[in-house]
């Protein structure tokens, strides 16, 4: 079950976690089964966020100019001045397309799209591995 409170420029999806979604404007796009098909913010900065196990300390972050979930691919797409945060590690640029399921961030140019803060690079951090007792003894 999928429930959609809009408060103001705030929306908040439950469904299978928590996630919320925030801007100036959000639109809503349905499929013809009445399923939600993409979620789509704007804002100065929009922002995302969704816990993505129970078990996670911290949500996964995201924000830019223009944000658009796409809820059958479970597939977030971040244009202008994006940003992933996801456990202490970051990807920044102009388009990063972020896969919900697999925690995986593909960033690069926003081709064709027009951005604010043009960036040609693509700035990650990566934080180290967390060492287990066992390997600590080693």
Do not use: W
């Not at 479970?74 to 456990?87: C, E, G, P, S, Y």
């Amino acid at each position: 079950e999928i429930r959609l409170s809009l408060v103001g420029s705030e929306m908040c999806i439950r469904d299978r976690g928590s996630m919320k979604i925030t801007g100036n404007t959000v639109t809503i796009t349905r499929s013809k089964t009445g399923e939600i098909d993409v979620v789509t913010s704007v804002g100065n900065l929009a922002y995302f966020e969704q816990l993505q196990k129970q078990t996670d300390p911290k949500p996964v972050q995201a924000y830019a100019v223009t944000i658009q979930y796409h809820a059958q691919q479970n597939r977030i797409v971040l244009i202008d001045k994006a940003k992933v945060i996801n456990d202490g590690n970051t990807t920044e640029g102009e388009k990063i397309v972020y896969d919900t399921v697999k925690q995986v961030a593909n960033a690069g140019r926003a081709n064709g799209s027009s951005v604010t803060a043009p960036r040609p690079r693509i700035d990650m951090v990566i934080q180290p591995k967390k060492k287990t007792d066992e390997q600590k003894a080693q």
